[in-house]
């Protein structure tokens, strides 16, 4: 079963706005979520994290907020720029940290 | 420390062939994982190190997978009698487990693809 969820594929936006990546997750169990961004023929890398006792965590460009009445997080990407075209993938994991899920990512092209 | 390696970076093998990849973490990292990742998905958990230790091992993963840490340094995942359903990329992922996030560093990955 599918633990967390990205429901958009895709997301383009013009250079110098706000991109914001949506992700959804069924367990409340969850202690701590993740971003990662994954170029091309790369290993994906680490972005952000927030913990689950956190609504916002914030980090130059990067925000993520966390809803976890609707099991719900985003990242907000402000301004967007060409360099931040690529896949974007969320992930949670419980207090030990032994098991990652992941969501099915969602890839993001800005527009210059 | 130039990060996570894999080794192949690419494997073609025919069905029914074992094949055996390689991950060398960051060296300070003590945590060490497994991913598989299909077009079009996340990467799935397969299994997960604590120094030599295997302390979680996907409920998903067959009976044709094993992975090793001897010495808790480097890993290796071997795949027996493969099958054209794995063909996937195969991603090492190493953290210290220290701090609250986890953050991991992923590797390169070692794309399978089985005829």
């Known amino acids: 079963d599918q633990q967390v969820k990205q429901n958009s594929p895709s997301l383009s936006v013009q250079e110098g706005r706000i991109s914001i990546l949506n992700c959804d997750y069924t367990n409340s169990m969850f202690d701590y979520f993740l971003w990662y961004k994954k170029y091309p023929a790369e290993g994906p890398t680490f972005l952000i994290s927030?913990?689950?006792?956190?609504d916002k965590n914030e980090d130059g460009r990067f925000t993520v907020f966390l809803n976890k009445s609707a099991k719900h997080l985003s990242l907000h990407i402000v301004p967007s720029q060409p360099g931040d075209s690529a896949v974007y993938f969320c992930a949670a994991t419980f207090d030990t940290g032994n098991q990652f899920y992941f969501g099915t990512g969602t890839s993001l092209t800005v527009i210059p | 420390d130039t990060g996570v390696s894999q080794d192949p970076r690419h494997k073609i093998t025919k069905r029914g062939q074992n094949v055996t990849f390689r991950c060398d973490p960051i060296?300070?990292?003590?945590?060490l994982y497994w991913y598989r990742q299909t077009l079009g998905q996340g990467p799935e958990f397969l299994t997960y190190?604590?120094?030599?230790?295997?302390?979680?091992k996907s409920r998903l993963l067959s009976d044709r997978f094993s992975a090793e840490r001897p010495k808790g340094s480097f890993s290796t995942l071997e795949i027996q009698r493969t099958e054209q359903g794995d063909s996937a990329m195969y991603l090492c992922?190493?953290?210290?487990?220290?701090?609250?996030?986890?953050?991991?560093?992923f590797g390169p990955g070692t794309r399978l693809t089985v005829t």
């Open positions: 190190f604590q120094n030599e230790a295997q302390l979680e």
């Open positions: 060296s300070e990292h003590n945590r």
């Open positions: 927030i913990s689950s006792i956190k």
């Open positions: 992922a190493s953290s210290t487990g220290l701090g609250s996030a986890y953050e991991q560093y």
